[in-house]
């Protein structure tokens, strides 16, 4: 876009993807959160042509992981002040802001949207999964349970955005079967390798992985929907 873009008098719906730079272990790079959120977001340019779409931000609150050297995290506080700073940038021209994330980032975009009011702006978080998409992709897809990380669902969807990024584990490669793994805020402690997937075998196909990305696809394109 140009300066000239912008009508004078015009407001504007603004897409505002967030993701992180974080440990994938051997098989996935630290950009797959990235990869995954640019992937999703040319899916919804599709569907909303209008909606004007910012650069990722490609960190993000991702403290748990930081025992894994090559992580890139920020303290919640600056993750706070960073969305702040951006939406206020748009205020002027924004109609609506919409925030997309997925992974641990929610509990602090939903806080951060909770605190901040720009009049005449709606700041609009878009979940991607709920517990209905985990249960059907836990027995439609998965036969199993979901990764928490760097498993078998996001060596999946790499696949299908750049298999050349991806090296596929074999069957007898180790990885943690973790209750919760986040919930003591360093991934290490309960999973020293960084790989937290309960399901019992190794499942890695480009098939799993176009039915997930659908699945997330769908579910935003809904909740947009729903916002208008």
């Known amino acids: ?6 009508q004078e008098w015009n407001k504007y719906d603004f897409l505002f993807p967030i993701w992180a730079t974080e440990q994938h272990w051997p098989f996935i790079p630290f950009g797959t959160d990235t990869y995954v959120t640019q992937y999703l977001v040319n899916q919804i340019s599709i569907e909303f042509p209008d909606l004007i779409i910012l650069p990722t931000l490609e960190f993000s609150r991702s403290q748990e992981h930081r025992e894994f050297y090559g992580t890139i995290w920020l303290y919640e506080n600056t993750f706070q002040k960073v969305m702040y700073d951006v939406c206020n940038s748009l205020k002027a021209k ?5 925030i997309i994330s997925f992974h641990f980032n929610d509990p602090y975009i939903k806080k951060f949207i909770q605190n901040t009011n720009f009049e005449w702006v709606n700041i609009i978080h878009l979940e991607i999964l709920n517990n209905e998409d985990d249960n059907y992709i836990k027995k439609n897809i998965l036969n199993g349970e979901l990764d928490w990380h760097a498993g078998n669902t996001e060596i999946s969807n790499m696949l299908i955005i750049d298999e050349k990024l991806v090296k596929v584990p074999s069957k007898d490669y180790p990885k943690t079967k973790v209750e919760n793994p986040f919930e003591t805020d360093n991934l290490f402690e309960k999973c020293p390798n960084g790989i937290a997937d309960n399901h019992p075998d190794w499942i890695t196909n480009k098939d799993i992985g176009k039915k997930i990305l659908d699945i997330y696809e769908k579910r935003i394109i809904k909740n947009i929907k729903n916002s208008f």
């Open 94 to 98: 924004a109609k609506n802001i919409f």
């Open 1 to 6: 876009m140009k300066m000239i873009d912008f």
